[in-house]
């Protein structure tokens, strides 16, 4: 049994239309399942876990990154595949996966093609695409052997896939390969005008991220504070449906 | 070696210290390595080693081949080749089965050879030192 995971969002006016036709499709392709509506003081994560135990045998969340990010944990702990119909804006995670936005991504859904890939820990919060820091006393020590720092401050990503708030999405690392990337890109004047981006590369299993004082991390586009952060990853922990589109 | 596309980019998966960054430590790595920024304590590369230019190494470097343009401040092994070119200056000893040093590059170190089989040994060629 399929179940969707719809967000609040979805369930707008401005939507009805477009997820009417996906309802359809979804009826035509013999995929129609159970709905669940996100909504306030209702915890998405525990409804996949029910379900789970009821028999559901695909996750399918019905939104954008966030809602991904709001049932992520529980797709990973209860072990079923996890698709996406991207719907509304701020659909990266969709787009690196192969899926095409709206009614389309039914049929990839209904296709099956399912990926292990591994996810990423930052302070114990489960992420899928990546983080990224930006302060200029942020130091990175990977696998507690070396600390890496950038001398003018740069941009510090770790990455599964992209941080999904990164400038691109052209470079996404591979998220199959039991390896997070750690990447720090450093700009430096070279000449009057241009300016160059000399970017760092590193694998990691684990690291850290240290500051003197409280710093931002983004993780998959949720900000977390702290002076502290420790990163890790959890090899194949979840599975994906994906396109023949995907980006890795 | 190292693939790179046109603009310069590195592909291919390697890892790779830019220019701006500093790495403190203990730096290993079981794959390819670009080192074009700053690094001290201890490098050990079981892949290719490739120091650029403005690189500075304050460090014993291990690899199993290298080639290197920028300043190493430390004692290298190298199991295959190593090549240091004319930008390139070395201050420490320097291991190697086979070395091709460019006219420019300046090594302050005792040079060893013929770690290698014997067929490597035959192949050695010093150009210049």
Known sequence: ?248 | MFKRDENGAVHGGETVIAQGVKVEGDFTSSGNVIIEGEVAGSVKIEGDLRVGDAARIHADVAARNAVVAGEIEGNIVVSEKLDLGATSKVAGDVTASVLEVAAGASVNGRVSMGGGSSKRKKEDVVEES
């Open chain 1, 1 to 248: 049994m399929y179940l969707y995971i719809y967000d609040e969002f979805v369930q707008d006016k401005k939507y009805q239309r477009e997820m009417a036709l996906i309802e359809n499709r979804l009826t035509d392709l013999g995929i129609a399942g159970k709905v669940v509506r996100m909504a306030l003081f209702r915890q998405a994560g525990e409804q996949v876990r029910d379900e789970a135990r009821r028999g559901a045998s695909t996750v399918v969340v019905v939104g954008n990154d966030q809602t991904v990010c709001k049932i992520l944990d529980a797709a990973a702990d209860v072990d079923l595949p996890l698709g996406i119909i991207p719907v509304g804006p701020d659909n990266r995670l969709a787009k690196m996966f192969g899926i095409p936005e709206g009614v389309s991504a039914c049929d990839v859904l209904s296709a099956r093609m399912i990926e292990r890939i591994d996810t990423g820990l930052l302070n114990g919060k489960r992420f899928m695409a990546g983080v990224r820091v930006e302060h200029p006393e942020a130091v990175l020590t990977c696998e507690g052997q070396y600390r890496v720092s950038p001398d003018a401050g740069g941009c510090i990503e770790i990455c599964n896939l992209v941080p999904i708030d990164s400038e691109t999405y052209d470079d996404i690392a591979d998220p199959r390969d039991g390896m997070l990337e750690a990447r720090i890109d450093v700009q430096k004047r070279h000449g009057v005008f241009s300016k160059k981006v000399h970017a760092t590369r590193l694998p990691i299993r684990f690291a850290s991220i240290d500051a003197p004082v409280n710093i931002n991390a983004s993780c998959d586009g949720q900000l977390m504070q702290g002076k502290h952060f420790d990163i890790s990853i959890e090899p194949l922990k979840l599975k994906v449906i994906t396109g023949r589109e995907r980006l890795f």
